[in-house]
Structures are given as C-alpha cells and as structure tokens.
C-alpha cells in the first residue's frame, strides 16, 4: 500500500493530501529512511511522523484498502509518542 494512502486510511493523518506534503517535506520516515508519499509500506515497517509539536513513531500492522474508523486504530501499534497538545 502507498504510504499517503495508509496515513489517511489508518487516521494517523486526516486527508492524504496533507500526508503527501508532510512525506514531500521529510518529516515522514519509514525504517529510517525519508519515504516519498508513494513509497509502498508493508505489515512489520516502522514509521516515524514529525508533528509541529512532537513525532509519532508506529509499527504497521495491517494494510486494509477500507476500514470503519472505530478500526482504524488496529492498523499500527504506536511504540514512541512525543506529541504535546498544549
């Protein structure tokens, strides 16, 4: 699956033109190396997101075309958050 399309899909990001700027402006890694937004991921990478106000690093775990946003969550296992909502 495309890296934009598993940011937005997952809800890790809302819109998949905001992943494809956020992959064009290095802030999205994927196995620590800088990933394009058509850069095709698979269940076990690791991928590091830069926020304005933190990163957000995860484990992908499923690669589903369509899922209920209740599910979403189940997609990826998040093992760093330095995000700060002040």
Do not use: H, W
């Not at 998949?16 to 990933?35: D, F, I, M, P």
């Not at 304005?52 to 969550?73: C, M, Q, S």
Request: aromatic share 6%.
């Amino acid at each position: 699956m495309r890296l934009d399309k598993f940011l937005k899909v997952s809800r890790i990001l809302k819109r998949r033109t905001v992943a494809n700027e956020a992959c064009q402006g290095g802030k999205v890694t994927v196995n620590g190396k800088s990933a394009k937004p058509g850069a095709q991921i698979k269940e076990g990478d690791t991928v590091s997101v830069g926020f304005a106000y933190g990163k957000l690093v995860f484990i992908v775990l499923d690669t589903r075309e369509n899922v209920k946003k209740d599910d979403a969550a189940t997609m990826y296992k998040i093992i760093e958050s330095d995000t700060k909502n002040d």
